[in-house]
């Protein structure tokens, strides 16, 4: 089953076929810039790793809803631990 429609261009790819090599050098500074936006962009990448994260947390937590609950309170745990520590090493 072969689709004849177009597969869709990453932004940071060059399209094949460019002859003039003026537009050309465009096609290829604008992926340039593209790929350096994508790259550069601290924050967004962030943001989707977190959103990916949460998803991830999520699908665990409706696989095993008690070992999720154990894991909250692990976390919590060890937080508080740290906190402690960091707070008595601090006071002497």
Known sequence: MSSDAPVPLPRTAVP???TDPV???RAELKATL???EVKANVPRRLAVTIDE?????R???RRNPALAVA???AA???VGAAVWAFARSYSR
């Open 16 to 18: 094949l076929g460019i």
């Open 23 to 25: 537009e050309r050098a």
């Open 34 to 36: 593209a790929a350096i």
């Open 53 to 57: 994260s949460i998803d991830k947390a």
């Open 59 to 61: 699908a665990f937590q």
């Open 71 to 73: 894991a909250v309170i």
């Open 76 to 78: 919590a745990a060890a």
